[in-house]
């Protein structure tokens, strides 16, 4: 199993910054393991979606809303993932997940418990 936790979420005005946190444990989990790790968000009454996923590699991609705003990054040392949020917008309140999979196994997700991001207007 692999366990992901949260943290740095919290209400902030709008036009300011928060960067989240999310660090991975687990007995099968590796650095060494190919994977890609994502943040997601949920808003009241509307679906889950991706904000922005970066891989092993390196490589990420962003939803267009946060593109220039947000900027995901990785530590594979500390098995962590952070998302840097700058110029919030009262539409970018939401609760934020962080999410994980292996390459071998793309369709094995897993979840963290989701921190809340309120950005005031």
């Known amino acids: 199993q692999v366990q992901l936790v949260e943290s740095g979420g919290g209400l902030v005005q709008a036009g300011g910054s928060l960067r989240l946190s999310c660090v991975a444990s687990?007995?099968?989990?590796?650095?060494?393991?190919?994977?890609?790790m994502a943040w997601y968000r949920q808003a009241p009454g509307k679906q889950r979606e991706l904000v922005a996923r970066i891989v092993s590699g390196g490589s990420t991609n962003y939803a267009d809303s946060v593109k220039g705003r947000f900027t995901i990054s990785r530590d594979n040392g500390k098995n962590t993932v952070y998302l840097q949020m700058n110029s919030l917008k009262p539409e970018d309140t939401a609760v934020y997940y962080c999410?994980?999979?292996?390459?071998?196994?793309?369709?094995?997700?897993?979840w963290g418990q989701g921190t809340q991001v309120t950005v005031s207007s």
């Open positions: 687990g007995s099968i989990f590796s650095i060494t393991s190919g994977n890609a």
């Open positions: 999410n994980l999979y292996f390459d071998w196994a793309p369709l094995t997700h897993y």
